[in-house]
């Protein structure tokens, strides 16, 4: 296993078998003649290959090679059901092409046109019948020796491609929870439970599931959506926790939040932060456009900010606040209803009339991600019935 850092899950390791040597890798060797296998096995055998595995039916090579997984096939050109030349192009996919595992080629057939064609086919080397013993032993121990330093390349790039995987989602994670604490850092001066942002993302996430929105994208809302009061953090404590009405120019610098947290959000080339500009400038624009700041309407207001101020209003209608008591959630969700086509974008509307309303305002789940990587399950949507 590779080491873990406490808390953290580790990623089993690709074993490098460095151990090995050629003699402890499987030879296929395929020639019609039994004689010629007979010969080629006690050679390689008394050499100490323990694994020669031998054919004289060409039919039989691509069911045994898949089977044994050679690291070297011994392969006769002139065969007469299938010669060499076929059996090496339909051994090319299971063999890896000219990176995967070698083709020896024996042959009495010396001409330079046969030796062109056969490595062209993908033979990695020629020996031409007959041959001495010394030679093939060469040949073919420098063929398997190439082949277990390609398998523990390939072992190390795999381990690498592993740590670099766990690494990025550990990135991933720190981001995620940096994200979280930041929408925590905005909601923590005018709520004092600060679960209005984990609200907004989890309301935001049923509303976008409901009209159609793909899961992906339901899940960067998810994330993206309590960070749209991030430009609080710009308005001053005695505006923000006011008991009483604000005045005409107090009202103006609470607006700007809209715009200081798409400024804070702003010049990101992260996905999830874009869509968090996005819904922190327009979460407060309206449908018939008198909302602000950009007094957008319709469907110049992207749909996220659309489904953000639903979410928004319902959540801060439902919820005590310095200036405010919490309204009772049948009479919030009738105000979210009565509001169809004016400040709210119809369509969202009748999708938030099927949503469960309670569930809205009781359910609350740890938005943080888990230090294990997975992914917080988005509920489905919970229908009610007309009359409820």
């Not at 609080?232 to 404590?237: C, E, R, W």
Request: charged fraction near 25%.
């Amino acid at each position: 296993m590779l080491r873990s850092d406490k808390g953290r899950r580790s990623v089993p390791a690709v074993v490098i078998q460095s151990e090995q040597t050629p003699q402890d890798r499987p030879i296929l060797a395929v020639d019609d003649e039994p004689t010629n296998l007979l010969l080629l096995k006690r050679i390689l055998e008394r050499a100490g290959y323990a694994r020669v595995h031998t054919t004289t039916d060409a039919a039989r090579v691509t069911r045994m090679f898949a089977e044994i997984q050679p690291d070297l096939v011994l392969l006769d050109l002139h065969m007469p059901s299938i010669d060499g030349f076929a059996l090496m192009e339909q051994l090319a996919p299971l063999a890896g092409g000219r990176g995967g595992v070698p083709f020896l080629v024996l042959t009495a057939d010396a001409t330079e046109s046969v030796k062109r064609r056969a490595l062209a086919s993908g033979a990695r080397d020629f020996l031409t019948k007959p041959f001495s013993q010394a030679e093939l032993l060469l040949r073919v121990r420098n063929l398997l020796e190439v082949q277990l330093l390609h398998r523990r390349l390939r072992a190390q790039n795999e381990n690498l491609e592993q740590q670099v995987a766990e690494r990025t989602r550990d990135l991933e994670l720190a981001r995620l929870e940096i994200l979280s604490r930041l929408a925590l850092a905005a909601e923590y001066r005018d709520d004092d439970t600060q679960q209005h942002a984990w609200r907004i993302g989890q309301a935001c996430a049923l509303l976008a599931l409901e009209v159609g929105v793909p899961g992906q994208e339901v899940e960067l809302i998810r994330r993206a959506a309590p960070l749209h009061d991030i430009g609080k953090i710009g308005i001053p404590d005695s505006i923000l926790l006011k008991p009483g009405k604000l005045t005409d120019g107090e009202f103006e610098q609470v607006k700007r939040h809209t715009t200081i947290g798409a400024e804070i959000l702003s010049g990101s080339q992260s996905p999830l932060l874009r869509l968090a500009e996005r819904i922190a400038l327009t979460h407060h624009e309206r449908w018939d456009g008198r909302g602000y700041p950009c007094r957008l309407s319709g469907e110049e207001i992207p749909l996220v900010g659309r489904i953000a101020a639903i979410a928004d209003v319902f959540d801060a209608l439902t919820h005590e606040r310095p200036y405010k008591r919490a309204w009772p959630v049948a009479q919030a969700a009738a105000e979210i209803l009565s509001q169809k086509g004016r400040q709210f974008d119809p369509r969202l509307v009748d999708a938030f009339a099927t949503l469960d309303h309670r569930a809205l305002v009781d359910r609350v789940q740890d938005w943080l991600p888990h230090v294990n990587g997975a992914h917080v399950r988005i509920d489905a949507p919970v229908r009610v019935s007309a009359t409820a």
